[in-house]
């Protein structure tokens, strides 16, 4: 049946079929799931419809074909990524934000979750006092928007306003080797240049090296280039290493350089008394990152960058008056929520219209509290520790990097067996196939490493044991017998999938 008419209500019963399903999808048994990508494919992939199938034949499709072929994401024992799955409550209230504030402007209910939030994160994970956010759409936003106000500051020092005259001259960025790619691309995206950053050596457990970074500082003191960023990790993407901040951050104040965080993963880490002493020097950050989206099981799309002075962040991004986004009201007198756009959120980053994030993330801290979330963190973090308590007493495998966070680099070997990389690579590759349990691979020290990294609200001890077995099983099948032929070894036998 054709339609003009989009369905503009009714969601009662549309979200209790949704609901219906992906409870379902959440079993991972996926009773409907087409597991050739080819079979659903033949299903979705169709000409532009020049007249519409309605609402109930969409959510039949939607139903049927598309939730069942989701992502393994949520899966728990998907350990891949630091994205994770959604919990129940942060769904429903990116839900409720795209229906009752598409917007995160004006002064209404949503707005003020916005700010509220943002300081009870702040406060959560320890901030300078002063600190003030800014939501965005995840963490390589948020390192964007952060060095954004590192560019702004260190080029007004010199007397050039970047963001209105643009980028005069050369300019530094320090990072470590295990630094974000992110932060590489925020300097293409400021003008900068990917070549501005410069990388700094790191030791073996993937910490930056201050020392290295003090040399590169004093070469580079007479230069005349601009420093504008130190960049420190709390919690690295490959290993959680977390550099020492307090060291790194006492240099970039002695070199009087902005000194940048990036805890997109590991800054909730804070909350683990474990580890916590690691995060000393914090204070003395100029911005900080996290991404709700992570640790915190927010749906994708939420990242927070702090900084001490958003009117910088204004300089840096405004985008200056526009005539229909004029308001006469201050927020004090206005009377409707439309009188006043409230806090001007789309000066302090690039994203104008931007959904209401603010609410997830009040949402999620509502349910749980902060005991919740570190109780989360704790457990993640224990996890990672016991998994390599295992790997040292196990003959067959051995720890590549002491997890200082939820990941956790290993490896399985036999000394029969000479070409370490390949197995575990072809151990990997087959519990993908698996399916049950899917770490990523990363190289640690040169060594190819099976890396899990245990983050999910799903995510439980259980996974972590028995990703192990998994891997003694696959490490044990595919070192039993002779070596396997050389000349196929690019081809996956079908006894692994
Ligand atoms: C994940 C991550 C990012 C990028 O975050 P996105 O939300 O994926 O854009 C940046 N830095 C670190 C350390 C990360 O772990």
Known sequence: MATEQAECGKLETYLQT?????????????????????????????????????VDAVMEEMTRYLIPNGSAIPNPGCTAFITTGATTVGALATLAGAVASPQRLSLNAFNFLEEQSLEWLAELLQLPPAMKGLYSSG???????????????????????????????????????????????????????????VTIATDAEGRMIPAA???????????????????????????????????????????????????????????DPEVSPLYAGLELADSVIVDPHKWLGAPVGIGATFVRDRALLQRAFTQEASS???????????????????????DFGVELSAPSRGAVVWALLREIGAGGLRARIRRHNAMARQLAERADAHPDLEVLQRPTLSICCFRYVNAA??????????????????????????????????????????????????????????????????EPDTHNSGTMPDIER
């Open 417 to 482: 067996y000479p070409d370490l990389d390949a197995l575990n690579a072809r151990i990997h590759r087959a519990l993908v196939r698996q399916g049950r349990h899917i770490p990523s691979t990363t190289v640690v020290n040169g060594r190819l490493a099976i890396r899990p990294c245990f983050l999910g609200a799903r995510t439980g001890p259980d996974q972590a044991q028995a990703l192990v077995d998994e891997v003694l099983a696959l490490g044990a099948r595919f070192t039993q017998g002779p």
């Open 213 to 271: 970074l003090e040399q590169q500082l004093e070469r580079d003191r007479d230069q005349a280039m601009v420093p504008v960023a130190v960049v420190a990790n709390a919690g690295t993407t490959d290993t959680g290493a977390i550099d020492p901040l307090q060291a790194i951050g006492t240099l970039a104040h002695r070199y009087a350089i902005w000194f940048h965080v990036d805890g997109a993963y590991g800054l909730p880490g804070i909350l």
């Open 324 to 346: 229909y986004l004029e308001r006469a009201c201050t927020q004090e007198t206005a009377q409707h929520s439309m009188d006043s756009l409230g806090i001007p959120y789309s």
């Open 139 to 197: 963490g390589s936003v948020a390192n964007l928007v952060a060095l954004g106000a590192a560019r702004q500051h260190a080029f007004e020092t010199v007397g050039i306003d970047p963001a209105r005259h643009g980028v005069r001259g050369a300019a530094r960025l320090y990072a470590s080797s295990a630094s974000h790619h992110s932060i590489r691309r925020a300097a293409a995206v400021l003008g900068l240049g990917r070549d501005a950053v």
């Open 18 to 54: 949704l609901g219906h399903t992906l409870d379902r999808f959440l079993t991972f048994q996926h009773p409907d799931a087409m597991h050739e990508p080819a079979r659903w494919r033949a299903v979705l992939e169709r000409p532009l419809p020049a007249f519409g199938i309605g």
